[in-house]
């Protein structure tokens, strides 16, 4: 119902920004809350941020907050993670989501993104 295409990783050193950008199509875009999530190797997949289908809520990891940003745009079927002040435990791949309900993990989502690599060197 929704493909989920995640753009706008790469290679930035500590301190740096990256803005994240995650196209969906399909059905209803505009109906489901959208997360972000990462996975580092050999970590579990964490939550990152989320934000409900209005964008009137939004939620953040305690290890991002006050540096990354969730927002959507609807009408452009995108949702966006700003990412500043980048540290090295930063570097993951990351996921964009959708779902039923702004959920703290992965099993409340119901379609991911292939995924887009963020690395930060030191």
């Known amino acids: 119902q929704v493909q989920l295409v995640e753009s706008g990783g790469g290679l930035v050193q500590a301190g740096g920004s990256l803005r994240l950008s995650c196209a969906a199509s399909?059905?209803?875009?505009?109906?489901?809350?959208m997360g972000w999530f990462r996975q580092a190797p050999g970590k579990e997949r964490e939550f990152v941020a989320a934000i409900s289908w209005s964008g009137g809520s939004t939620y953040y990891a305690d290890s991002v907050k006050g540096r990354f940003t969730i927002s959507r745009d609807n009408a452009k079927n995108t949702v966006y993670l700003q990412m500043n002040s980048l540290k090295p435990e930063d570097t993951a791949v990351y996921y964009c989501?959708?779902?039923?309900?702004?959920?703290?993990?992965?099993?409340?989502?119901?379609?991911w993104g292939q995924g887009t690599q963020v690395t930060v060197s030191s």
């Open positions: 989501a959708a779902g039923q309900l702004t959920g703290w993990y992965p099993h409340e989502y119901d379609y």
């Open positions: 399909g059905r209803t875009f505009s109906s489901y809350a």
